[in-house]
């Protein structure tokens, strides 16, 4: 998360800089996000994702974990000043369950 803060301190030194106000921008990141479920293999689910990273490569900047992992990494995005999440590379996102245990398991704690 340090990372995001940084940058985020870079946006608002130049914003006072212009005389602009840095809580009035809209600040955003998209999250590569594996929800697993019980017996879900990580690797498997992640393996058209990662190219040609391993699985600790690709958790460096990417979330792959159960529903308590994916909420405390977002939390951490919010903590660190972010306004908004954008879920990509959700294995399965072509089916409505993934969707729907996103639904019910994660966002619930952002309510």
Not at 4 to 27: P, S, W
Not at 98 to 105: A, K, R
């Amino acid at each position: 998360m340090s990372w995001y803060t940084q940058k985020l301190d870079v946006i608002r030194a130049h914003c006072e800089e212009f005389g602009r106000n840095a809580d009035e921008m809209i600040r955003s990141t998209d999250v590569e996000t594996t929800l697993l479920r019980a017996g879900d293999d990580p690797e498997e689910l992640t393996k058209r994702y990662r190219r040609d990273q391993t699985l600790a490569q690709y958790r460096t900047h990417a979330v792959v974990g159960g529903p308590q992992e994916v909420i405390d990494t977002y939390g951490r995005l919010i903590d660190a000043g972010m306004n908004y999440i954008v879920v990509s590379d959700l294995p399965g996102i072509a089916t409505t369950d993934i969707l729907e245990y996103l639904g019910s398991e994660v966002l619930p704690a952002f309510r």
